[in-house]
């Protein structure tokens, strides 16, 4: 596609249940990520892809969060048993080549509040 | 630890002024540094990108100065206009070299 899709835009959920959000990348782009930006914050790194493998996962906040990547192309973010404290906008974006030098396209996000 | 810091939330300016926006960072030796523009409901954008051993960088109306003795670079947007009202974040790349690390953006307002 033209740009990095994500869906869905926005997602209510009940606390506890499971959700699930998708990436698809711009395609031929190697490298993806998953950023979180809540109310009033910064923009927090989640865990990067490169191909379907993740070097880095060291942003993921608990052990409810989880990410899979297939493909090389679509990504997804699961979050299991949520919290009222996992409301916030999901940012996606992804790079042609791993970051070094690299710019980063960014999703319209998805933003998930949880009840 | 590392830190990147964007010193004000918001910066009100008047059309046609130019803004100057900074971004500090400690304990980071960036090779490059990247600025991004964020609207409302929307993912940031890219818009600059500078090396450690460029001093400045233009585009259009946008300017960027990065000082790694200082660990410092400025923003300037000249001339400014109500459509540059937006958030504009800074970002360097981590340690372990895998992710940007953004700040938490300044809120720039232009009145007409």
């Known amino acids: 596609g033209a740009g990095v899709s994500q869906s869905p835009s926005n997602k209510v959920t009940e606390k506890g249940k499971d959700v699930e959000l998708r990436c698809d990348p711009i395609s031929g782009h190697t490298a993806l990520y998953w950023y979180r930006q809540s109310l009033g914050q910064g923009l927090e790194f989640l865990i990067y892809f490169q191909g379907n493998s993740a070097p880095d996962k060291s942003g993921l906040p608990s052990d409810r969060f989880s990410a899979e990547r297939t493909g090389g192309s679509v990504s997804t973010l699961t979050i299991q048993r949520t919290q009222q404290e996992d409301s916030a906008v999901y940012l996606c974006?992804?790079?042609?080549?791993?970051?070094?030098?690299?710019?980063?396209?960014f999703g319209s996000g998805t933003q998930l509040s949880v009840l | 630890s590392q830190k990147i810091e964007q010193n004000s939330e918001a910066l009100n300016i008047q059309e046609g002024k130019t803004a100057t926006l900074t971004c500090n960072y400690t304990?980071?030796?960036?090779?490059?540094l990247q600025w991004y523009r964020q609207d409302p409901g929307r993912g940031p954008v890219f818009l600059l990108l500078i090396r450690e051993n460029e001093k400045e960088k233009r585009k259009e109306r946008l300017k960027v100065t990065f000082d790694t003795t200082l660990k410092q670079s400025l923003f300037h947007i000249t001339a400014s206009q109500p459509a540059d009202s937006a958030t504009y974040l800074c970002a360097l790349l981590n340690q372990a070299g895998t992710a940007l690390i953004f700040g938490k953006g300044t809120t720039l307002s232009v009145s007409s």
């Open positions: 974006a992804s790079s042609l080549e791993p970051p070094q030098y690299e710019k980063l396209f």
């Open positions: 304990n980071y030796s960036p090779a490059y």
